[in-house]
């Protein structure tokens, strides 16, 4: 039976779209550091997430201006919104980072607002 779960493991491989293979290295990269899948979060719960930023962008919120960021585990996209800010030096597309805060769902999209966070080395691959 063992061979028949390597066997299934390796079909699986060579079937999954290269986005399915990215998802799952991202999902792995946050089981490591232990932290919590976006996915899993629920509103009102203070969370520790990591993953890859896929877009930064600033929008104005009335007279403050803010910085939208969308952060990607894998299993679901977080935007962390820093009020104020305009740019947080090292927060770019394809860079990783863990963030720590309270969730809340705005447009059915989980966000923290002025979480912590901390910059983590670029991963290879």
Not at 5 to 14: A, D, H, I, P
Not at 48 to 72: E, H, N
Request: net charge positive.
């Amino acid at each position: 039976m063992a061979s028949g779960g390597l066997l299934k493991r390796l079909g699986e491989r060579f079937t999954k779209t290269a986005d399915q293979v990215h998802a799952d290295q991202l999902r792995e990269h946050s089981r490591s550091r232990g932290t919590t899948e976006i996915a899993t979060l629920a509103d009102r719960q203070m969370a520790t997430v990591s993953g890859k930023v896929r877009s930064v962008s600033l929008r104005p919120q009335s007279t403050v201006p803010a910085l939208i960021v969308d952060l990607d585990d894998g299993s679901q996209v977080l935007v962390l919104v820093w009020l104020g800010r305009r740019k947080i030096r090292g927060i770019e597309p394809g860079a990783y980072l863990q963030a720590t805060g309270r969730v809340c769902y705005r447009d059915g999209r989980p966000t923290v607002f002025n979480p912590a966070y901390e910059l983590l080395p670029r991963r290879s691959g």
